[in-house]
């Protein structure tokens, strides 16, 4: 089992920034990509930023620029920084993180969704 606990959400005004943590823990083997997804009401999820095990960094066109996904491989932890918040990033904000965990010599693939956290930018 492996569990991600998510941090840092809340609420901000425009312009303001936030950071957000997580931190996977587990029977964990390896790590391909920790990434952040976001969800607006009534909106489809979608990918924010990613970030894979050589460090190779993707981002959301929309968050570019203001956004800067880092992560440390002792701590099995990824973060978001966010800045230049904007009314539309309010979201619902996801940590996903995909590799390899074990049990004993078994190894499955692993592909784990934090519960969320809200980041509310207020106008």
């Known amino acids: 089992q492996v569990q991600l606990a998510e941090s840092g959400g809340g609420l901000v005004q425009a312009g303001g920034s936030l950071r957000l943590s997580c931190a996977a823990s587990?029977?964990?083997?390896?790590?391909?990509?920790m990434g952040w997804y976001r969800q607006a009401p009534g909106k489809q999820r979608e990918l924010v930023a990613s970030?894979?095990?050589?460090?190779?960094?993707n981002y959301a066109d929309s968050v570019k620029g203001r956004f800067t996904i880092s992560k440390d491989n002792a701590k099995n932890t990824v973060y978001l920084q966010m800045n230049s918040l904007k009314p539309e990033d309010t979201a619902f904000y996801y940590c996903?993180?995909?590799?390899?965990?074990?049990?004993?010599?078994?190894?499955?693939?692993?592909?784990?969704w934090g519960k969320g956290t809200l980041v509310n930018v207020s106008s």
């Open positions: 587990g029977s964990i083997f390896s790590i391909n990509t």
């Open positions: 970030i894979t095990s050589g460090s190779i960094t």
């Open positions: 996903n993180v995909k590799g390899t965990v074990a049990s004993g010599n078994l190894r499955a693939v692993m592909d784990y």
